[in-house]
């Protein structure tokens, strides 16, 4: 089609790819470019304008490598990686909802025994029970389900970005025993920002935006016949659960603080998996 005016353009673009074979990638691309099209539109960016965005995307792919993925960093900040996830996991009020992986997820964490301390050296915190059940959407509890943790520390770094930590500090991998029931030891951990040396963090303090994460402990649930689960849970006392600048803290993984026989805070987090298959994420950092 020969262009005669602006308005041709996005006819034009979705005819050219009409012969995709691919009926879903045919889909995809027909929508990005619609609303891509639609924003330039609505936006109208200046030529400049149009190239600082292109340097944006640029920046986002030169940032990211090995140990750092400013892409999905950007796509976290913007609230894409959780509307993601919402759509493919609605709320429905029983299966536990899911949360970002984060980066900092590892591989072969220290296998523990019911009741353990995840805690591998002298680092100072307050202490805190975690305990719950992982039961299967019927309710019946998942015996021996796999619970894997991690965290950051009171000062709101994981072991692997703080060489004052050990190795796998404040991360362990649990077995439910018969009845779906864990617990573990641990310290509070601390809210944390998120990198903010890259083109990310230009444009979080362009918009006048905290880089703030609130604090929160990673879980990966995984058992025969479920859906690996992949969640944060989120203590209602913490700062900052409203502005999380990732957009990770949604209602039902608030959880509530208990209190334990001998008078210390516990944390209850239960689980609940639906039917599917395992499946083990590419670990973000070795
Ligand atoms: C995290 O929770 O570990 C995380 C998630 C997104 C960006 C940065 C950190
Ligand atoms: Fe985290």
Redesign the pocket.
């Known amino acids: 089609m020969i262009i005669d005016s602006q308005g041709d353009l996005t006819l034009a673009v979705e005819q050219a790819m009409a012969g995709t074979p691919d009926g879903r990638l045919r889909e995809i691309m027909g929508a990005l470019v619609r609303h891509a099209h639609a924003f330039i539109r609505e936006v109208r960016p200046s030529e400049e304008e149009f190239e600082r965005g292109l340097d944006f995307l640029v920046g986002i792919g030169q940032a990211t490598g090995e140990t750092n993925n400013e892409v ?2 950007a796509a ?1 900040v913007l609230g894409v ?1 959780t509307l993601v996830g919402l759509l493919n996991k609605p709320l429905d009020g029983v299966r536990t909802a899911p949360a ?5 997820w590892r591989k072969n964490a220290p296998e523990c025994a019911l009741g353990d301390s995840i805690v591998r050296c002298g680092t100072p915190g307050s202490r805190l029970e975690v305990r719950g059940q992982i039961r299967d959407l019927s309710g019946n509890p998942i015996a021996g389900a796999r619970i894997d943790v991690w965290q ?1 520390s009171p000062v709101g770094l ?1 072991e692997n970005q703080d060489a004052d930590q050990p190795a796998m500090n404040l991360r362990g991998l649990f077995t439910a025993d018969a009845s779906g029931h864990y617990h573990f030891e641990t310290i509070r951990p601390a809210g ?1 920002p ?2 903010t040396d890259g083109p990310v963090g230009d444009l979080l303090r362009a918009q006048l935006r905290h880089p703030y ?1 609130p604090a ?1 402990i ?1 879980f990966m649930v995984t058992a025969p016949g479920h859906a690996t689960l992949i969640t ?1 849970i989120f203590a209602d006392d913490q700062e900052r659960l409203d502005s999380d ?2 957009f ?1 803290v949604l209602k039902p993984l608030v959880a509530t603080f208990e209190t334990t026989e001998d008078g210390h805070p516990a944390l209850r987090c239960d689980f609940v998996l639906e039917p599917g298959e395992t499946r083990i994420p590419k670990a973000p950092i070795p």
Do not use: I
């Open positions: 999905v960093l976290d990686s970002l992986l984060g980066p900092f950051a994981y944390y998120v990198p994460r929160h990673h944060q600048v990732t990770g």
